[in-house]
C-alpha cells in the first residue's frame, strides 16, 4: 500500500468548456431545441401582456396619499391610499390609538427576539431566560395596568399583534408537544401509544374551524357559572392541539427514517431513553423532517386567520372591516394585496430559514 | 481474507467468571433461535463464535448486553444478573463495550463528539476530561487526525476503528464484536483486526463472532461453532480448526476455508 502513490499516476485536467457566459446560459436552457423554443417565446409574450399593465396598475397610475378616497374613484390605476389611510386600523386594530406605540414595540421586541434566536451560536441556556424577560415585558406593554401603563382589556387586542400572538405561540407550543405525542406513539407502553393515537386521530379527523367553534362555544358551556376563560387563550389553545397533532405525524414519519442501529448504539453506550432520544434519535429525525415541518407551520400560520369565525380582530378581519365602509368599497384587491405581502413575508422568511438550518445543520456530513 | 500474523495469547484467563450463562433460551415468536446455551467467559478471555448464518451468534451476545431480552435461563455479567431492572441494565450495558457490523456512529456528531458522549452523559466525566479519553483512544486506533470530521467523511475500516474507540473511551470491561469486519472492503480489514489483536494483547475481555479465521488461530483462547441455536462444538483454535470432532463443523470450516 504504503509505495503506491495515487498522486504520481493522476494528472488533472479541467473539465471542458462548451457553454460560457449569459448568451450559452440562454442558448442552453431556454432554446435548445424547436418546442423550448417555442415555451420561451410563449412565456415572454403573457409577461409582456401581464407585467406592464400590472406596473401601470400598481405604480405609474396608482393613488397613495392617505384619505385621497374621492382621487382614488376618478384614478385609473390602483389605490394603495385604502392601505395608507387605515394602515394603523389595519394593523392594530381596537388598540387605543395613543397607546399603540405599545403593541409596536412589542411586535419589534419580538422580531429581534426570533431573529437573535434564528441564529445557532445564540442556541445556549441562556436564550431561555432572554425569552422569559421579553414575554414579559411584551406581555406588559400590550396588557398595562402597571408601570403607569393604561390597562388595555385582551378585547381590544387586534390586527398584527394578534395575528403574531396566535401564530408564534401556536408553533413554538405545537412544536414540542407535537414531537411529544410522535414518541407517544412509537412508545412500547400500550396506554400512552393508544392515548397518543386516539388524539392524533380524532383532531387529525376534524378541520379547524370546528374545533375553534367548540374552543370559542361548546366549552364555556361546561365551565361553571361566573367563570370565563380569555378568547385568545382558547383560540390559542385550539390551534397548538390542531396543529400538534399534524406535527406529530410528520415527526412520527422522521422517527422511522432512523435505523435500528442508531438506537443499539446509543443503548449500548448505556445511554437510558431521554438521552437517547435526546441526543441521537432526534436530532436526526428533526432534521429530516424540517421540509415537511415547515410546511405545516406555514399553513398553520396562515389558518390563524380562520380565528375570523370566531370574532376575534386578527389581521384578516380588520382589513376585511375597512373593506366594509361605504368610504373603502370596491378597493378590496389593493387592501388584499396588501395583506398577502404581509403574510407571505412570514412565510417567506420561515421557508427560507428553514432552508438555511439544513444547509447548516448538514455540513460536512452525508450518509 | 485472513490474517497471517501469528502471536501467542499472552495474558492467561485467570479463574474468576466475567459472563455467565447457564441454560439461556430465547424465542422470536415461535421460532427458538437460542435452545439452551451455557457458556462462561473468565476474565481476560477472549471467544471467537463463529457459525452459519442464521444459527443465532448474533442473538446470543445481543443477550449480554439486553439489546434482545432473554425468556429462559440466566445471564450474568460481572457479578450482575440481567433482568428487567433498568438500573442494572444501564449498569451492565456502561461495562460491556459493543462493536457493530455497520459501525452504528451517529452521523450527526462529529467523530470526538461520537466519543465523548457516553463518558460526558453516562459516565459524567467533565466534557474536557472526556476529550483527553477521546484522543488518546482516537490515537491508539490510529485515527486522530480526523477527530474534527463526521462519520460520513471516513472509510468503513476507519468508521469501524472510530466504532471500537466509542466503546472503549466508556472504559469497559467487556468488549462484543458481531461480524466487525464483514461490511468492510479488504483491504480495509486488516486495519481493523490489527486494533483487535492490540486490544487483545492488553488482556481485554472479548466475544467476537467473526469469521476471520486467522484472527481466531492468533487471538483466541477457545472457539465456538454455533448452528440452530446451539454451541455444537468448543475447542482451542488449534484443535477446532485442524481436528474439528462434529460433521457440521467440518462441513463449515471446508465452506469458509475454501
Ligand atoms: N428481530 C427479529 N425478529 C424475528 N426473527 C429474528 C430477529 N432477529 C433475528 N431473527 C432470526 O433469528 C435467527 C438467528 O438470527 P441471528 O441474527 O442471531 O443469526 P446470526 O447467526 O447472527 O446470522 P448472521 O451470520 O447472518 O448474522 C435467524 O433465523 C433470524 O432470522
Ligand atoms: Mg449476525
Known sequence: MEEYTPEAAYSPMKPPITHTGVIGWIKKNLFNGYLNSLLTLGILFVFYKIIPPF??????????????????????GACWSVVTSNIRF???????????????????????LIYYSSKRENWRKSLIYIWAIGLFVMGTLMKGGIFGLVPVESTKWGGLPLTLLLSVFGLTAAYPLGVILALGRRSKMPGIRWLSIIYIELIRGVPLISLLFMASIIFPLFLPEGVTINKILRAQVAIILFTAAYIAEVVRGGLQGISKGQYEAAESLGLNYVLTMRLVILPQALKIVIPPTVSILISAFKDTSLVVIIALWDLMKTTQSVLSHPKWMGFSPEAYIFLAILYFLGCFSMSNYSRKLERELSQGEQR | MTNKTKQEPTAQPSSNAMIEII??????????????????VKRQERIVICGPSGSGKSTLIRCINRLEEHQRGRIIVDGVELTNNVKN????RAEVGMVFQHFNLFPHLTILDNLTLGPIWVRKIPRKKAEETAMYYLEKVHIADQAKKYPGQLSGGQQQRVAIARSLCMNP????FDEPTSALDPEMIKEVLDV????????MTMIVVTHEMGFAKSVAHRVLFMDYGRIVEENTPEEFFSNPRHERTKLFLSQILR
Open chain 2, 196 to 203: 483487535m489483536v492490540e486490544l487483545a494483547r492488553e488482556g
Open chain 1, 90 to 112: 389595519i394593523i392594530f386594530g381596537f388598540y387605543p390609538y395613543s397607546q399603540q406605540w405599545r403593541p409596536l414595540i412589542a411586535m419589534l421586541l419580538l422580531f429581534g
Open chain 2, 89 to 92: 441494565i444501564e449498569k451492565i
Open chain 2, 23 to 40: 441454560d439461556l433460551h430465547k424465542w422470536y415468536g415461535e421460532l427458538h433461535v437460542l435452545q439452551g446455551i451455557n457458556l462462561t
Open chain 2, 173 to 176: 470491561k467487556i468488549m462484543l
Open chain 1, 55 to 76: 406596473i401601470r396598475w400598481a405604480f405609474l397610475d396608482s393613488v397613495w396619499c392617505p384619505d385621497c378616497a374621492g382621487a382614488c374613484r376618478k384614478a385609473a
